[in-house]
T-cell receptor, first 113, second 115 residues
Framework: QKEVEQDPGPLSVPEGAIVSLNCTYSNSAFQYFMWYRQYSRKGPELLMYTYSSGNKEDGRFTAQVDKSSKYISLFIRDSQPSDSATYLCAMSGGLEYGNKLVFGAGTILRVKS | DTGVSQDPRHKITKRGQNVTFRCDPISEHNRLYWYRQTLGQGPEFLTYFQNEAQLEKSRLLSDRFSAERPKGSFSTLEIQRTEQGDSAMYLC?????????????FGPGTRLTVL
């Protein structure tokens, strides 16, 4: 079993829809949680960074962390065709673990105009 | 700040050849990471540096792989005697190395194809 599980999709939604992306994890040492967006043949771009359980909002994006359930989510409101990309969840145990990131497989999102 | 840069962006090589990739991190970032990403998968950690010191290597990094970061600035990743299974996107990331809120910024990657 992988440390981080993420449904690869693809997830196809109409423009304007609310998108929900999720990851589960098994390692209790993970303390920092991130969402990256990756366009085809490009490097990952950081979208959201959260520490501990709770919600964090940034524009149309909301990141949610539930450490008791080992479950994280990313919500995208008013989705746009330009949001079409692969969304990667990532997590780390912090500096004592080298801050190295463990990624999910990524969810392919397609927003149709 | 120009971000993390990687060179080359694409590399096609024949099996058995050696290849070397370069990564230039964001200036003043003392941590540098290498990841490998295959099609349909998320990036997997390979190794990382704190300044010029290589602090950890993944089990994915076989003896054919070597990485350096001379003078704590740019880094190189060399693969000797390439195999078809080495075909992947090689990503470099850098960060300040803070205890809290340490953010890794990724470069565009080097796509390696081994024929």
């Amino acid at each position: 079993q992988k440390e981080v599980e993420q449904d690869p999709g693809p997830l196809s939604v109409p423009e304007g829809a609310i998108v929900s992306l999720n990851c589960t994890y098994s390692n209790s040492a993970f303390q920092y949680f991130m969402w990256y967006r990756q366009y085809s043949r490009k490097g990952p771009e950081l979208l959201m960074y959260t520490y501990s359980s709770g919600n964090k909002e940034d524009g149309r994006f909301t990141a949610q962390v539930d450490k008791s359930s080992k479950y994280i989510s990313l919500f995208i409101r008013d989705s746009q065709p330009s949001d079409s990309a692969t969304y990667l969840c990532a997590m780390s145990g912090g500096l004592e673990y080298g801050n190295k990131l463990v990624f999910g497989a990524g969810t392919i999102l397609r927003v149709k105009s | 700040d120009t971000g993390v840069s990687q060179d080359p962006r694409h590399k096609i090589t024949k099996r058995g050849q050696n290849v070397t990739f370069r990564c230039d991190p964001i200036s003043e970032h003392n941590r540098l990471y290498w990841y490998r990403q295959t099609l349909g998968q998320g990036p997997e950690f390979l190794t990382y540096f704190q300044n010029e010191a290589q602090l950890e290597k993944s089990r994915l990094l076989s003896d054919r792989f070597s990485a350096e970061r001379p003078k704590g600035s740019f880094s190189t990743l060399e693969i000797q005697r390439t195999e078809q299974g080495d075909s992947a996107m090689y990503l470099c990331a850098s960060s300040l190395g803070r205890a809290l809120g340490d953010t890794q910024y990724f470069g565009p990657g080097t796509r390696l194809t081994v024929l």
